[in-house]
């Protein structure tokens, strides 16, 4: 019984380094293809949109969502006030994408509008009432479970 359970481990064992052997190996040549297609990728030609690359992909965007970006750029100005302008506009273009509503409500928070980020949430809900995101800013609020002010809020 011993001999049977001794000859059992060791092929168990052999088994295991077996396995792990060819994960090293395979694990290495799969390292040596990835920093070798690292590197070829650097020297491609592809480009991240800068300066006027940028503008010229925002040209292509929807209205709405021209607005939305530029929401977004003065919020990250802190001209919260232009942001909500131009989320509203969105809203108008675009009811149905939860989103605005979501950073037109930080907006308004950030901006000292508490009841009105409160209503723009209940807005967003009435075309989207599962939406959690919505909901769960919106019970923040009702709570009075703020951010201090000098915190960056996320976005969603």
């Given amino acids: 019984m011993n001999r049977d359970r001794t000859k059992s481990t060791i092929l168990y064992l052999l088994v295991l380094v ?45 209205p709405d969502q021209k607005l939305y970006a530029a929401a977004i750029e003065s919020i990250d100005a802190k001209n919260y006030n232009q942001a909500i302008s131009n989320l509203t506009e969105a809203i108008k273009e675009n009811p149905d994408n939860p989103s605005y509503y979501s950073v037109k409500s930080e907006a308004e928070v950030l901006a000292g509008k508490k009841d009105d980020a409160i209503a723009t949430l209940e807005a967003g809900l009435k075309i989207n009432p599962d939406n959690e995101v919505l909901n769960s800013k919106l019970d923040v609020l009702q709570k009075n479970d703020l951010a201090p002010a000098n915190q960056d809020t996320p976005r969603q």
């Fill in 18 to 62: 077996v396995l792990a052997t060819s994960f090293i190996i395979f694990g290495v040549f799969y390292l040596k293809d990835a920093k070798t297609s690292d590197k070829n990728s650097t020297t491609s030609t592809a480009t991240v949109p800068t300066g006027d690359n940028q503008n010229q992909n925002l040209e292509e965007l929807p």
